[in-house]
């Protein structure tokens, strides 16, 4: 079985640092970013099992990305797991907003992590995220 390549996209050193060290430990290969311009740029050559996203990035950041991704029909149905210190409802009610008079709204995440992470519930995250994805690829979420 492949070893499973984790995306994680962060603008914190010190995030991606001890989200690679958590995956690494338990069998995953990390691949960090520190911007959602790079992130999407190193989604797409190397199209990960599932994305770590951050919200709140400057520059293009992480819902820039988050719609890069799902407006992409090479990407769309990758997981994407948001972590940040932004509450669900807040990143809720934005992810409504953005899809607002879509004619295909975005799905959402697999999951949502606040800040700070506890590693046993990222990894319990990104266990549901993989079993919910079929064997051909496609996510069983909506795209």
Known sequence: ???????????????????????????YRPITCQNGRDG?????SIK??????????PGEGGVNMYRALKTDPELRSIPVIMITAVGHDSFSHYLNML????????????NYLQKPIDPNTLLAALQHAF???????????EA
């Open 1 to 27: 079985m492949a070893i499973k390549q984790i995306l994680i996209v962060d603008d914190e050193l010190d995030m991606r640092i001890f989200l690679s060290t958590v995956l690494e430990t338990s069998g």
């Open 40 to 44: 999407i740029t190193k989604a797409r």
């Open 48 to 57: 990960p099992d599932i994305i770590l996203l951050d919200v709140m990035m």
């Open 99 to 110: 899809n607002a008079g879509l004619p295909h709204p975005m799905a959402s995440p697999a």
């Open 131 to 141: 079993s919910t994805v079929r064997s051909d690829g496609d996510s069983s979420r």
